[in-house]
């Protein structure tokens, strides 16, 4: 079994577009705090959800938001463009949830939000089709 589960912060807007199919895709990064590290040391992670999940990605994440996603492990390995072999490895989102609001400033340091508005609910997940490759 191949499943993923991660939460960290996004550290690029998500690159988003349609492939030659007009299949929609959204590409983000996310970096994500070790556990037990005393270094606080960070692990980085490429992410790409596609479809549906994919366009509410491309509309609602900014740079910064804490997500959650859950999805499985793609490996890769190619040819770059002066000839060495390379390997790409990205997780392909399943489900992708909002834990913080999407515009920061909106919430007063000195008004806690309430216990029910910690979490912008958002989770969703793909239409099931075959992936385009």
Do not use: H
Request: some cysteine; proline content about 4%; hydrophobic content about 30%.
């Amino acid at each position: 079994m191949n499943k993923v589960f991660l939460i960290g912060n996004l550290t690029r807007d998500p690159e988003g577009g349609t492939t030659a199919g007009g299949i929609n895709y959204s590409r983000f990064s996310i970096a994500v705090n070790r556990r037990f590290s005393k270094d606080n040391e960070v692990d980085y992670f490429n992410i790409v959800a596609w479809r549906n999940l994919a366009e509410v990605c491309n509309n609602n994440l900014t740079k910064g938001r804490k997500i959650s996603v859950v999805g499985s492990i793609q490996i890769r390995n190619y040819e770059g463009n002066d000839g060495t072999k390379r390997t790409s490895v990205e997780v392909t989102a399943d489900e992708v949830e909002f834990l913080s609001s999407s515009n920061r400033s909106e919430a007063s340091e000195s008004e806690p939000a309430p216990a029910k508005k910690e979490k912008d609910i958002t989770k969703l997940k793909p239409v099931e089709e075959e992936l385009p490759f």
